[in-house]
């Protein structure tokens, strides 16, 4: 059992078994994490995720109608 510290990128996706090599000999490990925060892959930020995004970008159907109520149609 190890605990470490690492850097990851939440934008990829992650790892959960890693390959480790000895001479003689190779064995894959589970990795497990205590905490992963929460990533929105829509706006790239940390702290909330894609459901909850304020960001996100407007369904085709809001870009159609926002289009309508610019050129003056009801």
Same mark, same amino acid.
């Given at each position: 059992?190890?605990? @470490?510290?690492?850097?990851?990128?939440?934008?990829?996706?992650?790892? &959960?078994?890693?390959l480790v090599?000895?001479?003689?000999f190779v064995?894959?490990?589970?990795?497990?994490?205590?905490?992963?925060?929460?990533?929105?892959?829509?706006?790239?930020?940390?702290?909330?995720? &894609?459901?909850?995004?304020? @960001?996100?970008? +407007?369904?085709?159907?809001?870009?159609r109608k926002?289009?309508? @109520?610019?050129?003056?149609? +009801?």
């Open positions: 059992f190890a605990r @470490v510290l690492v850097e990851i990128n939440l934008a990829e996706s992650i790892l &959960n078994h890693l090599e000895r001479e003689g064995i894959y490990v589970t990795l497990y994490f205590d905490r992963l925060p929460d990533y929105c892959s829509l706006c790239h930020y940390i702290g909330h995720v &894609n459901s909850s995004c304020k @960001v996100q970008k +407007p369904s085709d159907e809001a870009v926002s289009k309508l @109520v610019g050129n003056g149609a +009801p």
